[in-house]
T-cell receptor, first 114, second 113 residues
Framework: GAVVSQHPSRVICKSGTSVKIECRSLDFQATTMFWYRQFPKKSLMLMATSNEGSKATYEQGVEKDKFLINHASLTLSTLTVTSAHPEDSSFYIC??????????FGSGTRLTVV | QKEVEQDPGPLSVPEGAIVSLNCTYSNSAFQYFMWYRQYSRKGPELLMYTYSSGNKEDGRFTAQVDKSSKYISLFIRDSQPSDSATYLCAMSEGSGGYNKLIFGAGTRLAVHP
């Protein structure tokens, strides 16, 4: 089946630093990937839609300068949390539309900003 | 009003019980309906995928979509402790890769031996 690999699975960083999260489609090409944020015991909130070769589309209320998205190839999208603050601590998950008409998700990245 | 409403639970059932999970939605343009299972601190995994109205069965899982009522359900038969997880309904308007999924809040299910 389709596999989406997300790294790192956990990261701890200091306030003010930047963190990059990678999302790769391993056995299929994904022109579009999605980035979500999930708070404890809450559902997934779509942050942005990542389009290969073009700018990402951000949901209302999501700061595009803080959450930088780059989709440089058909198998890789990255999310960079810039100048991280403790309130950015969360579970970040990516997904991609796979060839079988489903949305395959990565395993998520738990970000803790201290 | 949220686009997708889902009772967050928690729902606790004994092993072997039939579980019914439900979502309602307000956007009549939704055509694709999915159920995902998410274990703690993991990404969601797709359980069922249906298009438009009707039923779909896969092993112990049955998904139902009633577009006239804007209501979808997931039934789990012979529930097992390994089914303990959060179940998320999700839906989208189109099938193209650019169509974004809208999720329900997720229902936490606990199946006890």
């Amino acid at each position: 089946g389709a596999v989406v690999s997300q790294h790192p699975s956990r990261v701890i960083c200091k306030s003010g630093t930047s963190v990059k999260i990678e999302c790769r489609s391993l056995d299929f090409q994904a022109t579009t990937m999605f980035w979500y944020r999930q708070f404890p015991k809450k559902s997934l909130m779509l942050m942005a839609t990542s389009n290969e070769g073009s700018k990402a589309t951000y949901e209302q209320g999501v700061e595009k300068d803080k959450f930088l998205i780059n989709h440089a190839s058909l198998t890789l999208s990255t999310l960079t949390v810039t100048s991280a603050h403790p309130e950015d601590s969360s579970f970040y998950i990516c997904s991609a539309r796979d060839p079988h008409d489903g949305y395959t998700f990565g395993s998520g990245t738990r970000l803790t900003v201290v | 009003q949220k686009e997708v409403e889902q009772d967050p639970g928690p729902l606790s059932v004994p092993e072997g019980a039939i579980v019914s999970l439900n979502c309602t939605y307000s956007n009549s343009a939704f055509q694709y309906f999915m159920w995902y299972r998410q274990y703690s601190r993991k990404g969601p995994e797709l359980l069922m995928y249906t298009y438009s109205s009707g039923n779909k069965e896969d092993g112990r899982f049955t998904a139902q979509v009633d577009k006239s009522s804007k209501y979808i359900s997931l039934f789990i038969r012979d529930s097992q402790p390994s089914d303990s997880a959060t179940y998320l309904c999700a839906m989208s308007e189109g099938s193209g890769g650019y169509n974004k999924l809208i999720f329900g809040a997720g229902t936490r299910l606990a199946v006890h031996p």
